[in-house]
């Protein structure tokens, strides 16, 4: 359990879930050969329950985490201390999309009554969504909060009209969008809509390790960090066809333009350079901070989520 | 081979007629062993009962007696031959037929009386009335005060009594026994015996009985089968004209009778003889 | 030639018996109470373990929580409610899901189990496709049912039904195959319809092998209706198990997993209850009769 | 109340020696009845078998017979008095006896001969010696032909001779048997019936053996126990002086032999009868 | 005084049994035809009816895929290997965590059931904290065991025998208990020690509670390694899955199930094989004897 299983040279890092977009950048440089160029041995292990990537964190039993930065926000709270040392987006890549049967519902505002999905309770959508409805001058209360999961159950509690709106991610939105069960409400993909939406840019998905892990493992820190800013260039400097052939065919299993076409439309969503923006752990903690329970009353201290040593050591 | 006395006639075995009760013609039935060959139990079988008859079985143990109730009540289909139960072949189980197993077939998680009132009630006869009938065949079976006991709350003897309650309420036209009585005491076998002929002469039942008991044998029946050591098959056919009604406690003293035991004794032991030197011998 | 013995003897003799039976009766109520110390014993010892194993570091609490930030979770509950609403109301549907779930599926296991059992053909048809049904991970039957059935409670209840299914079904189809052919036999010829047969003889033979398969699958059908809330629900132990989980909550998770224990044992209390009245025909072990 | 002959010497309860081979010490035994009351199975019993001693049991059905023999191996407690089997109380079930059950309780996993080779093999007997001994006592019982096969393959005579054979095996210093020849034909029966006293005089065994066949109990006895109908205790005891050996086929036309059995069977009727009457009353 | 049949009445009489053996071996063979051709038919008419339901639209293929896709799928699996690798690395990785926590699971249920079974006090005190053990959702024991024993294969193995041992121990533990207790008493007369009535009674009697527990937990050892899998891991057939679900490939959900499917039932056959050795003793039912 929980001893720090740091082997010197294997590096186990948790993605949650590897076919997602938002995450795409680890697998990417995986594929790209990145790691290898670096020296490192890089293993990649799935787990797209959140929590479980954080409990093996601080667990000790992996030496990073791929999944979104408003984790390392949450954690401090509780007394546990990790950092985002690559930061991968400056916006969620999140959409909040609303049901075809429901044009009445034209901005968060129109949310009164509606039940609105979310992955899960306690999750980065669940608060996002509460954060827009409330800047949009709803109260707690004026709407229910459906957790629906993402994918499959999410497009079926559309059609099923067991929720009007709801908060998820590519592909479950190209998807959405292409069968027309769905139009969006409110785009979180690129970092200016993110900037509309919330008041400022709101980093995501990020690769973050535990802060103790940092003082120990310098070096492999900083090897990391190398690797995937070439990668974050790498996207950068690509169009979104390119890209999508680096990857697994099964990711965009059977349906590559579809594929395509989410990430041409989120591509935007991914730092250029894997630094956090300035006003992002602003952004997360004032979304935080409003509705989970456990930042009430706590005083989070930002700059320990982040560092930007790294990637500005980065070659 | 034995000489007929004029109460124990010796038939020869002819093909059954078409209206008996129980016709076994010409059956075999063989059997896969453990080590895969094909062992014959009962082997050119020929049996016949007519209606109202009471036909005894006797012969060496494991010479295919059980066996051949199996057959007529279609628990075993045979591998050559036909069996046919008033006139119709065995396709399935009959109901007309009460059958005293062997070995113990009661329902354990029922009580006496309940076990005893499962015939009527299967047949449909309203509860109330099952009920009366029961508790009137416990009596009759000495176990009036065991009613609400469980099989395994009772002794060895006790459960084949409820055994032959249970199959008695049916009033069977066909009744099989096997070895009904071997568990009984001489006095309560005797007044099983009584309760036997007296419901056989009632129903004008025919009956096939398998004993051990060569006196009880010839005391209840009106035709004696006797069957070889295994593979099974008829040895003789006695016919017994002892006069009817027939009382178990005298009739053993009766001088006809004793003569009637000796003789198919003495054809018996034959047989019993050889079985057991066959069964020394290894192989099949 | 039995010794008649005279009245005060036989008055004597009476006493004790009588003395006997009460020995009997006292060593029995001995045992209970020693069984019921026992268990408590274990589970103090387990507690206390595992509450000095929290505070002196050897089990982090943060991951494994502890018996008293448990104990204030529970309480913290019930006295002030969940965030999803009062507790109760989240036992109540769980235990709404998990008692239709167990009854469907218990009902329709041992249903399949008695007609496949009973018929050779249809049991070689069909049993290769409930053995692939059986191989079917049940989160992804989740995913599949939530599709299917939407969010509600459908969806919680279909999976409780297939956590039981399979294994009622699988017991009841050997206990009928085990029923005694002998007593079968004699149920047919004592005039039993196939029927009759089923009712009076089969399923009674078969009755402990199905309380076996329902006794362990009442937990399953409750691990079938709390799967079903974490996958999407607005209420029940599920849903509270997944929100503790997502705020890091364990001593959240453990307090949940030990109401349902509770919850379970009460359901396996009464099930017992039912198995005694069922079962009371039994024989008890030799050396345990007589007094 | 039966004059006795000097063959069959009555004898008078008396408190049992302390180095009997079995002891039964003014035993009670009550079972709970179904509904809930107790019921008296055997009352106020004394029996005491020496060493090397043949006993017999005989006694209407349902009366106890079995019951008394649960006491000694151990399967049962008596609710009062003691049990002492070679001088020690009963407390749990001893390796010492051989038991052969009134039902059967052959293993139906095993084949014959594994059957019988199971008492040596638990005792520790090297494996080839077990089973050659098994051998051995199946062909003594005329099973040679059937040693591979299954339980639910042979006749019920034939699982009652591989029980026997799987008693016998264990040469038992102290034998219980429970009618272990009712499915047994007259002439296998004489055979076994030899066998037994073979045994028994070869080993010394102290024997209970419990019969219906008052005939079969005079023919190997030491003493015969006559016991009254339920709830059961000792009647009478008479001790049988037939001359050793005794040979089982010519036996019963002994004179002496026929006499005794005539007094016993005089004495075990009136108490059959009182089973009877009994039995037929509701209530207990 | 039985006819002696001359020799040619002899000689046709064989014959005639002869003929009436093969008459019932050929009968056997018939039914035997009969039954795969039944399970065919099924099998194709279900096929046939899901891949026309796809086609035209009733049912809809992005959610329940199709036969044709799933088996493009699998080709190109086979052919091309899965995004994690070669695909049977995937079957070999779940196969191997399947078979050590089902065989953990079994063995250590049926030791359980056999102690509990046999020794009542110990029953009496520990069989509620193994109902308690049962209640637990498995998905959150998923993640417990991901934090105390890492993201290897131990814990998907664990997971396995959670889902395996509470099945197989009701069982062991009511077979034990339902030994025939006149045998019990007999191999005790006959010389046996507890050790020795353990293992030639008392497990012989509980074999078909055992293989019939082992039947469906089979089903669930895979379960519970593809839900280890999906809760997070580098290979096995629960990753495939869950990648095929983010990635909303249908086919590929379906293709890893029916992969599943068939793995199981491989394992199935190889169960009913060794059932079948050991319980040839059983008597067939009445009607399937003789011949
Ligand atoms: N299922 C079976 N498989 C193989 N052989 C069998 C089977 N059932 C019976 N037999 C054999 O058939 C023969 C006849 O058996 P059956 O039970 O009819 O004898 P029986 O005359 O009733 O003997 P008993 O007087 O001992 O009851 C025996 O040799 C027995 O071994
Ligand atoms: N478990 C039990 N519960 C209640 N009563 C019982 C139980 N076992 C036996 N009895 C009763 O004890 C009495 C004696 O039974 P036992 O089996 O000793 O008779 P038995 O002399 O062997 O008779 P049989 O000659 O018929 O075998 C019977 O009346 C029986 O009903
Ligand atoms: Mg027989
Ligand atoms: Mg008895």
Redesign the pocket.
């Known amino acids: 359990g929980a001893t720090a299983a740091s082997a010197a040279d294997k590096i186990t890092i948790i993605v949650g879930g590897m076919e997602k977009q938002i995450y795409l950048p680890a697998v990417l440089t995986q594929q790209l050969g990145y790691f290898k160029d670096e020296g490192l041995d890089v293993e990649l292990v799935n787990s797209r329950a959140g929590v479980e990537a954080e409990n093996e964190l601080l667990a000790g039993a992996v030496q990073g985490v791929v999944g979104f930065y408003d984790h390392t926000v949450d954690l401090q709270s509780k007394g546990k201390y990790i950092q985002s040392i690559v930061q991968f987006s400056q916006a969620p890549g999140e959409v909040e999309l609303v049901s075809a049967k429901h044009p009445e519902i034209k901005s968060p505002a129109d949310f009164k009554g509606a039940t609105l999905g979310v992955t899960g309770l306690g999750s980065s959508t669940d608060f996002l969504t509460q954060y827009l409805a409330v800047r949009n001058g709803l109260k707690p209360g004026d709407y229910t909060l459906l957790p629906v999961g993402a994918g499959n159950t999410f497009i079926a509690a559309v059609k099923q009209d067991q929720i009007q709106a709801g908060m998820t991610t590519e592909p479950t939105i190209a998807k959405l969008l292409q069968t027309g069960e769905a139009k969006v409400l409110v785009d979180m993909r690129t970092p200016e809509k993110t900037k509309e939406a919330l008041g400022g840019d709101y980093p995501a998905a990020s690769f973050y390790v535990q802060s103790a892990w940092i003082e120990s493992h310098k070096d492999e820190a900083q090897k990391l960090a190398n690797a995937f800013v070439k990668t974050m260039k790498y996207i950068a400097s690509h169009s979104a066809e390119e890209i999508a052939d680096q990857m697994p065919k099964d990711y965009y299993a059977g349906n590559k333009d579809l594929y395509v076409q989410g990430l041409a439309g989120g591509k935007a969503m991914f730092t250029p350079d894997g630094r956090m923006p300035a006003d992002g752990p602003e952004t997360v903690l004032k979304v935080l901070s409003t509705f989970s329970k456990s930042l009430q009353g706590k005083q989070i201290d930002l700059s320990k989520t982040y560092t930007t040593v790294f990637v500005d050591a980065a070659k | 081979m034995q000489l007929q006395t004029m109460a124990a006639e010796k038939l020869s075995p002819a093909a059954p007629p078409a209206d008996a009760a129980i016709a076994i013609d010409d059956v075999t039935l063989r059997f896969v062993t453990p080590d895969g060959h094909m062992m014959t139990a009962i082997r050119d079988f020929t049996m016949t009962v007519a209606r109202g008859e009471f036909a005894c079985v006797v012969g060496p143990t494991g010479c295919g007696k059980s066996t051949t109730l199996n057959l007529v009540t279609g628990l075993l289909r045979p591998t050559t031959g036909n069996v046919r139960v008033m006139g119709n072949p065995v396709t399935e189980i009959s109901r007309d037929i009460g059958f005293v197993f062997q070995a113990d077939a009661l329902f354990p998680w029922r009580s006496v009386i309940d076990n005893v009132a499962a015939g009527p009630l299967y047949r449909g006869t309203p509860k109330a009335q099952a009920y009366d009938r029961a508790r009137d065949w416990i009596a009759r079976v000495g176990l009036a005060r065991?009613e609400k006991?469980y099989p395994?709350?009772?002794?060895?003897?006790?459960r084949k009594r409820v055994a032959l309650a249970q199959t008695f309420i049916n009033q069977p036209k066909i009744l099989l026994m096997d070895e009904p009585f071997s568990?009984?005491?001489m006095q309560t076998r005797t007044a099983m015996q009584d309760e036997l002929l007296g419901l056989w002469s009632e129903l004008k039942s025919s009956v096939v009985f398998v004993t051990h008991d060569l006196e009880e044998a010839v005391a209840l029946a009106d035709k004696v089968y006797v069957l070889t050591a295994g593979p099974g098959t008829v040895k003789s056919v006695y016919r017994i004209d002892l006069p009817r009604p027939r009382v178990m406690a005298d009739i053993r003293y009766d001088q006809k009778f004793i003569e009637i035991a000796k003789v198919i004794w003495n054809d018996l032991r034959e047989e019993v003889q050889l079985g057991q030197s066959r069964g020394l011998q290894t192989g099949h | 030639m039995t010794a008649i013995s005279p009245a005060s003897d036989q008055a004597a003799r009476a006493t004790s018996i009588v003395a006997a039976e009460a020995r009997a009766r006292a060593r029995l109520r001995r045992r209970h109470a020693l069984v019921i110390g026992l268990r408590l014993a274990i589970l103090i010892v387990f507690l206390a373990l595992w509450e000095l194993g929290a505070d002196y570091g050897v089990i982090d609490p943060f991951f494994f929580s502890s018996p008293s930030g448990i104990w204030e979770q529970i309480w913290s509950w019930v006295t002030e409610g969940t965030s999803q609403g009062p507790l109760w109301l989240q036992i109540y549907v769980t235990l709404e899901e998990t008692f239709l779930g167990f009854a469907i599926g218990a009902v329709g296991g041992i249903a399949a189990g008695i007609v496949l059992g009973r018929n050779k053909l249809l049991a070689d048809v069909f049993s290769i496709y409930i053995k692939i049904a059986n191989s079917v991970p049940r989160v992804v039957l989740g995913s599949v049912f939530i599709i299917a059935l939407g969010l509600g409670m459908a969806s919680k209840v279909a999976l409780a039904v297939v956590m039981v299914f399979f294994v009622v079904f699988a017991n009841a189809f050997q206990g009928v195959r085990e029923a005694d052919r002998a007593m079968i036999a004699n149920a047919q010829i004592l005039g039993a319809s196939p029927y009759q047969i089923t009712a009076t003889v089969i399923i009674p033979s078969a009755m402990s092998w199905i309380l076996a398969s329902l006794h362990v699958s009442f937990g399953f059908a409750l691990v079938g209706a709390v799967v079903g809330e974490f996958l999407g629900a607005k209420q029940g132990m599920g849903l509270l198990i997944s929100t503790a989980q997502g705020a890091f909550n364990a001593n959240g998770v453990f307090a949940a997993m030990i109401i349902l224990a509770v919850m379970a044992l009460v359901v396996e209390f009464i099930i017992t209850r039912f198995e005694n009245y069922v079962v009371k025909w039994r024989?008890a072990p030799f050396n345990e009769?007589g007094t």
């Open positions: 065991f006991h395994h709350q009772l002794s060895g003897g006790m568990a009984l005491d | 024989p009769q």
